[in-house]
């Protein structure tokens, strides 16, 4: 970087030379320049400080071109304050030629900003501005400054400039942007520059997450939900508890099936597999998809060996009178409820006698007793 600034210095002072410059200064500001790119710097600075001695105040041009040569100086040093000021005492002299006076207000205002002096920064890209068209790196200084000033609106004011100034889109401008926003609470704004971010880039999914988040805000639930389903489509959901989330915000919109064909997707612990096996098994009800259901509540009995699961499966045998398989099931269960449902099994397929021997057990029980008798009644009246 220091080299292209001597450079493009050098060229200015050869080019002005024969404008006023003497040779003497013209051969000083070389002669520094050659040390620098030397790296001997204590010489470079020497022999300027001798000719800025030698110089009458009266030769404002020399004196403003060595003072603009002392600044790369003290950039190259990594003394930024000094070159500031070595910057402001040759815009002093008022001598510079307009270009040279104009690029000098800029490096003002970039050292300002390394030194953490925002605010002269932004006086000086203020008159470099009314000097100059604003330029993407201008505005993208001025959207910096306001950052770091901790002035959001501004800032704000800014990124949307800087932006407007370049074809191409920038992600970390609008991610920038996207801070903003959502600092100012521009909810809306923030939906609109979250979706660029996620058509234009490969992003992860923490963006499709925040826009549904921003969306449910606003109080969109449809939009929100369809953020979270186009991120499972392409792959970026696949966390437990995100895939669970969207089903079940699936089901409240009452798109069952899609939110069945989520958890049916999902392959995880055994730890977690139980919630969602037990979900899609009421989904699927729900759905009435009936068969589905069935395999469901099977894979949860394997895990479970719970006899409520057991007897839901034999009451969804009763209900499609599938009796065989209702009484596989209802054996499973030790409890009253169980043995009344395996009663009924073993009736139904006019396996009395068996049926006759669970029934009169069950007359002994206070909770089931009628029901109990009522079947038993049944059974004699089918047998005579």
């Known amino acids: 970087m220091i080299r292209l600034l001597l450079s493009t210095f050098l060229l200015f002072s050869s080019v002005h030379a024969a404008k006023g410059m003497s040779q003497t200064t013209y051969k000083t500001i070389e002669k520094s320049t050659i040390f620098m790119e030397q790296k ?63 690029n000098t ?32 790196a201008s505005a993208k200084l001025m959207m910096v400054n306001y950052l770091s000033l901790e002035e959001p609106k501004n800032a704000l004011l800014w990124v949307d400039k800087t932006i407007s100034l370049e074809k ?39 963006y499709f997450k925040q826009l549904s988040y921003l969306y449910q805000k606003m109080g969109d639930e449809k939009k929100s939900v369809a953020i979270l389903e186009s991120a499972y489509q392409i792959g970026l959901l696949n966390e437990y508890d995100e895939l ?46 009936t068969q589905g259901a069935i395999k469901t509540l099977q894979e949860i009995y394997k895990l479970t060996n719970q006899p409520k699961t057991a007897l839901l499966i034999a009451q969804i045998y009763a209900e499609r009178t599938n009796w065989a398989e209702c009484e596989t099931h209802a054996k499973k269960v030790k409890n009253e409820e169980g043995q009344l449902m395996l009663g009924i099994c073993l009736s139904e397929q006019k396996k009395y006698p068996q049926a006759i021997n669970v029934f009169t057990k069950l007359s002994q029980n206070e909770k089931y007793k009628n029901q109990a008798k009522m079947w038993l009644d049944s059974i004699t009246h089918s047998t005579h």
Do not use: C, W
Not at 55 to 79: C, G, R
Not at 118 to 131: A, I, N, P, T, V
Not at 247 to 265: D, E, F, N
């Open 168 to 206: 191409k889109v920038d992600l970390s401008l609008l991610q920038n942007r996207l801070a903003l926003e959502l600092q100012l609470e521009l909810n809306a704004r923030a939906a609109e520059t979250l979706q660029t971010i996620i058509t234009e880039f490969k992003v992860d999914k923490s």
């Open 244 to 289: 669970m989330l969207l089903a079940q915000l699936l089901h409240y919109q009452g798109a069952s099936i899609k939110a069945i064909k989520v958890l049916q997707s999902m392959k995880h612990e055994q730890i977690k597999e139980l919630e969602r096996l037990e979900y899609l098994s009421r989904l699927q009800l729900l759905a009435q998809e």
């Open 105 to 136: 207000l800029y490096m003002i205002a970039q050292l300002s900003l390394q030194i953490e002096n925002y605010k002269q920064s932004l006086r000086y890209l203020e008159d470099y501005h009314s000097e100059n068209n604003i330029t993407h």
């Open 40 to 102: 001997a710097y204590a010489k470079a600075k020497e022999v300027l400080d001798i000719q800025i001695a030698k110089t009458s105040s009266s030769h404002e041009y020399d004196l403003a071109f060595l003072h603009n040569a002392l600044a790369y100086y003290f950039i190259e040093t990594n003394n930024y304050k000094e070159a500031i000021k070595s910057y402001q005492k040759a815009l002093s002299y008022n001598a510079l030629p307009e270009s040279m006076a104009t």
